[in-house]
């Protein structure tokens, strides 16, 4: 079965060259047929991310063979299925990580990379966890080693990964210290069980990690912004200390001690998600779903919601995004429910 059979064409939002968040356009696409092992979504809601922003800006292609598309995760109704997915899939409600393709009507996943959502979720919350939580499982509880009873330091603890991670490592026993912009946003991470909370605009995060540590500092950081925080964030490590990047939005370079990883026994370690296979997402999210996706399905974690925006106003949700003031996952509305 497939829908695209009836319908032949959707929307998308696109862009034909790099620009600002007006670049972002309405246009009409051929409905994409499901391969092996693909499904088909009736896309509702579609998660915005940062790096949705970056590809517009011109600076993170997609990976061969993926849509053009931004959109990395979505939540939907499985409206067709490929070869090689059984039948049963069809009329499913999932969310699921994809490639590529999320800022549109229809948008093909790998069966192995979407989520059952039960009918107690809402589509808008679901289409906004995907991309955090596989992207926060993978580096801080596999990449981290993180374990009971350790302590996080994240960054930009109100963003869609702060807000996860903080979320997440309560879940999973461990100290949670986040760092904001201002004390409203502050407030935001204290509530969602951040044990130690740092306006970093108005504090030395270094020094506030020592004195809650009692001098010896944290076993893990998250760190999303690179550039002149990495020596920082080493200053913040214990020994044996494990320094996890997934993006680096103060700039890709950064100048350190290696004598100190050396001697301190430092782990520096990081990763992307989109350009990983097929077969590492379906293993990544086999173990989300038997670990962490309970969570969420039976209530006990939601994501924090900053806003809902219509597809059409894609460039508006961007520029919200890039103006640093928002608390929590922006989404899409495509086809709502």
Known sequence: MTVSSTIETMTAMGFDAPGGPDALRPEALPVPEPADGQVLLWVAYAGVNR??????????????????????????????????????????????????????????????????????????????????????????????????????????????????????????????????GNEAKCAVAGELGADLVINYRATDFIDEVRKFTDGEGVEIVLDMVSGDYVARNLACLKDDGRHVTIAVLGGPKAEINMAQVMSRRLTMTGSTLRPRSDAFKTLLAGEIERNAWPLFAEGRLRPVMDGIFPLAEAGTAHSRMEAGEHIGKIVLEVAGG
């Open 51 to 180: 790096p949705d922003v970056i590809q517009r800006r011109g600076h993170y292609p997609a990976p061969p063979g993926a849509s053009p598309i931004p959109g990395l995760e979505v939540a939907g109704t499985i409206a067709a299925i490929g070869p090689g997915v059984p039948n049963d899939y069809l009329g499913e409600r999932v969310c699921a990580l994809v490639s590529g393709g999320g800022y549109a009507e229809y948008c093909l996943a790998h069966i192995g990379h979407c989520l059952p959502v039960p009918e107690t979720m809402k589509l808008s919350e679901a289409a906004a966890i995907p991309e955090t939580l596989f992207t926060v499982w993978h580096n801080v509880f596999e990449r981290g080693w993180a374990k009971e009873g350790e302590t996080l330091l994240v960054h930009g603890g109100t963003s869609g990964i702060g807000t996860m991670a903080i979320m997440l490592g309560r879940a999973f026993g461990l100290a949670v210290i986040a760092t904001c």
